[in-house]
């Protein structure tokens, strides 16, 4: 009821709480009315927002700061600050009755300001790992305004100028005597040999690899062919006897380490650092049909390998790229574990022979003078003279590699990390087109036979100079099929001496035939 409405008898209340006694609706909408406990709005504190507002506005100040330009200059403002502050040392050092305090201000050496552009031109020689000595050459001179240079592509460029002497071949019988003095006389008709000889179009194709190889890697200096193996060859020589008409090729090198190839047929067990290593291959271009029971040692390690990547494809989160790439693998491996089941190759451990770069491969088809796998091969290495066979192909910029038991044979010391020798002090003798095949188990006294009627057609081996005998390897163990009973029979029973029983007249079940 409004006041205009109200009974002008009525007594008017004392107070605003007096009026709301006995009210049973809220007051009128006049907060004044209210008591003081009823007032919902919180007092204003002016100091209070103020400070609110201050790190509201410091929150905002660090995380705009780092993105904003300023922050590397902050950044070395403070870290100029810092450094300033530790350039003032204060020592204090006690002496009677007195402190001193002495103050250490480190001066920096300040170099004079140039007063204009110098031209430069510095010159630095080193050598990097593989052998190569490399001289780099820096030289400065002005240019334009940088903004103009920016797009300029010769204003910083480098430029390789690699300078290779590419080496002339031994052609005379006392060029090849500078590397071996027994030569002339192991070999009595070498001279005779020269006169219908020449260098060999495969010497100047090698290095003209050797140099294809390098220009294409030039821009990477660690991917470079090293000195050692670019001067790996001394000479190529094409031999012919001028009665006989028997050719050969003489090669003078090193001797590089190969110990591939495997046969579980001769050779069930192999050398730990051999089997578990990355680089070892399990054949050589030299192989047959397995013809025993016995598996070959690297089988499970290389159906691990297969199960390994069939996992890695199964597994999730493999993307299509790695898949692809893991079938591509794995079918390289099924490919070699049919092989390791069913032939058998040569084995560097246990096999003479030496190794042919592939630079001959495609030539035996139209040159006589061109070496091929199984031709017959002697290697000369001082007043010793070795029966060996062309067994496997190397890189086709690479000439001198023998087999870990030739190497082994010349220098106790050689490994498949180790050189047989590293100067190029060995002769390699190939009678080209000599191979025999089928190719099978290896018979080095059928071989000795073979090469030194090579020898002969040739001129022979000097008096005092013999061919090297190679001790014979054991000989393959046929497989053995057990007969089969006409009937049923049980068998007598002897007590063994540990206790157990053992039926007489059996044995242990042979080898499961791995040949598919």
């Known amino acids: ?9 009525s007594p008017a209340p004392d107070s605003p709480a007096d009026r709301l006694k006995g009210a049973e609706f809220p007051p009128p909408e006049d907060e004044q009315i209210y008591p003081a406990r009823w007032n919902s709005q919180p007092r204003r504190n002016r100091f209070g927002w103020i400070s609110r507002t201050i790190m509201l506005l410091i929150f905002l100040a660090l995380l705009l700061i780092p993105i904003s330009p300023f922050a590397t200059r902050i950044k070395n403002a403070i870290g100029d600050w810092i450094g300033r502050s530790q350039k003032n040392t204060v020592i204090v050092k006690e002496v009677p009755r007195e402190v001193i305090r002495e103050v250490i201000r480190e001066v920096p050496r300040i170099e004079p300001l140039p007063s204009k552009f110098v031209p430069r031109k510095d010159v630095d020689v080193a050598s990097l790992y593989n052998g190569i000595t490399i001289e780099t050459k820096v030289e400065t001179s ?35 005597a500078r590397l071996n003095s027994h030569l002339p006389k192991m070999l009595p008709h070498l001279d005779k040999l020269l006169e219908n000889g020449k260098v060999s179009g495969f010497y100047h194709k090698l290095y003209e690899n050797k140099v294809g190889l390098v220009q294409k890697n030039l821009t990477r200096l660690n991917k470079l062919l090293d000195r050692h193996n670019f001067f790996d060859c001394e000479t190529i020589l094409e031999l012919r006897h001028p009665d006989s008409k028997r050719q050969a090729l003489l090669i003078q090198s090193e001797m590089d380490v190969v110990a591939d190839g495997s ?8 050398s730990a650092d051999i089997y578990n ?33 069939k996992k890695e494809r199964e597994g999730k989160n493999v993307s299509t790229a790695r898949k692809n790439e893991l079938k591509a693998q794995m079918s390289h491996l099924e490919t070699e574990i049919k092989a390791l089941k069913s032939r058998s190759s040569l084995i560097g451990e246990k096999d003479p022979f030496i190794v042919l770069s592939l630079l001959f491969k495609d030539y035996p088809r139209i ?42 044979t010349i220098n106790e010391k050689a490994t498949p990390y180790i050189r047989g020798e590293d100067d190029l002090k060995v002769t390699y003798l190939i009678f080209p087109g000599t191979a025999e095949k089928p190719f099978g188990n290896p018979n080095l006294e059928k071989w000795s036979e073979k090469i030194s009627t090579y020898l002969k ?47 007489v007249g059996t044995s242990s079940p042979p080898a499961a035939n791995v040949r598919r």
């Open 367 to 408: 040159m006589a003078q061109a070496p091929s796998i199984g031709d017959y091969a002697v290697v000369i290495h001082g007043d010793k003279i070795y029966p060996a066979i062309c067994g496997d192909y190397g890189p086709s910029m690479k000439m001198g590699e023998a087999s870990l038991k030739l190497a082994k």
């Open 142 to 176: 002005e240019g334009n305004f940088a903004s103009l240079e920016l797009g300029n592509a010769d204003a910083y460029k480098v430029s390789f100028q690699l300078q290779l002497k590419v080496p002339k071949p031994n052609q005379t019988v006392a060029e090849l």
């Open 1 to 9: 009821m409004s006041e205009d409405m109200r009974d002008p008898q």
């Open 277 to 309: 290593s990355d680089y070892y291959q399990p054949f050589t271009s030299y192989e047959w049909p397995k013809v025993g029971t016995v598996q070959n040692p690297l089988l499970p390690k290389w159906q691990a390998k297969l199960e390994g990547l």
């Open 457 to 503: 057609e040739i001129g022979g081996l000097g008096a005092d100079y013999a061919l090297h005998k190679w001790e014979e390897p054991a000989p393959v163990t046929p497989p053995v099929t057990p007969p089969i009973p006409d009937a049923p029979a049980t068998p007598a029973v002897l007590p063994a001496a540990s206790g157990s029983a053992k039926p």
């Open 263 to 270: 046969d579980g047929d001769r050779m069930s067990e192999m």
